[in-house]
């Protein structure tokens, strides 16, 4: 099943998440969803100082928003803050330095973030990594874990009161092709078993980042939950966990720019807006979650399983003095 998965998502990815599927498909783009201004409305993204999270920032500052940019590195995130203003013309760009790894501090951030500020309205999860070695953090949660699932669980049932105060709010939530192959495990959530393979626990966090998005999308019909593939993309991250892959694509590869054309479109647009929040996305359209005949859903039971263990592992990294 696991060599059927590969290879219709590998066939399906040479024609639709490189770069000629991406000129493709923006063919059936409207120019008009994108001519808008968000003057007054603010923005949150996570790893904005390069590559999607950067190039996302870029756009919706030329569009007149308040950027939030939230970063690991000082230096890096104060750079990219110097283009994104000098480029864009607009100053409201503000830099938050966070370490998403560590998974208390995402916690206070969150926690201190909405008592200094009084709107939120759009929160992008961008940042994400793919660590190859098993390694913990403070909390005992694993890396890849504690960053792309944990700190986009905590960030974003933290900041959910300041959402629902702002208009038209929405939450939008980079995410992977690459979960296309994978099936909701909730036996493991800490990859503690058999081989650690680093893309395949990348791929299962992208998994759960998509079934979060669905059940967030239930519980919080007031806020506007997406979830998007970017397409295979020419970033930092991408030549630095996946050499390999990065070589062999070469060319092939999208821009930074169009990879974040959807994530934009996703918190700028109306007609992204009027869609069903919770769906998964890729240039612009909803996608089916699940290829066909892979056997990767999930039941009702294994979803609420899985949120369930992350709700107690949350309180436990709250309750910690």
């Known amino acids: 099943m696991s060599l059927y998965r590969n290879t219709i998502w590998f066939l ?45 920032a870029m756009e919706i500052a030329r569009k007149g928003g308040r950027v939030h940019v939230v970063c690991r590195n000082k230096e890096s995130a104060e750079k990219a803050k110097v283009e994104i203003v000098n480029e864009s013309g607009n100053p409201e760009v503000y830099v938050h330095i966070l370490d998403l790894s560590e998974s208390r501090k995402v916690w206070e951030f969150a926690e201190a973030f909405q008592k200094q500020y009084q709107t939120l309205h759009v929160l992008i999860h961008n940042a994400g990594c793919m660590i190859h070695k098993r390694e913990v953090n403070a909390d005992c949660l694993e890396k890849n874990f504690a960053v792309n699932t944990m700190g986009m669980y905590l960030l974003t049932e933290s900041l959910i009161p300041l959402l629902q105060k702002s208009r038209n709010p929405r939450v939008i939530t980079v995410s992977s092709g690459g979960m296309l192959v994978q099936k909701l495990q909730i036996d493991d959530l800490q990859s503690e078993k058999g081989h650690f393979d680093g893309l395949l626990v990348y791929a299962q966090n992208k998994r759960q980042q998509v079934v979060l998005t669905e059940q967030w999308a239930k519980e919080y019909p007031d806020i506007h939950f997406s979830v998007m593939h970017p397409g295979w993309v020419d970033t930092p991250a991408v030549s630095t966990s996946m050499p390999q892959f990065h070589r062999m694509m070469g060319e092939r590869l999208r821009t930074p720019e169009q990879g974040a054309d959807t994530v934009i479109w996703l918190a700028l647009s109306g007609s992204a807006g009027a869609t069903r929040s919770g769906q998964f996305f890729q240039d612009r359209k909803a996608i089916a979650t699940h290829l066909p005949l892979a056997w990767t859903h999930s039941s009702t039971v294994e979803v609420l399983t899985f949120i369930s263990q992350l709700e107690m592992l949350a309180k436990a990294v709250q309750s910690k003095t």
């Open 12 to 56: 399906n990815g040479i024609h639709s998440y490189t770069r000629k599927g991406y000129e493709t498909a923006s063919q059936n783009f409207d120019p008009e969803d994108l001519d808008v201004s968000v003057v007054g409305r603010s923005f949150m993204i996570t790893g904005a100082n390069s590559g999607i999270g950067k190039a996302t």
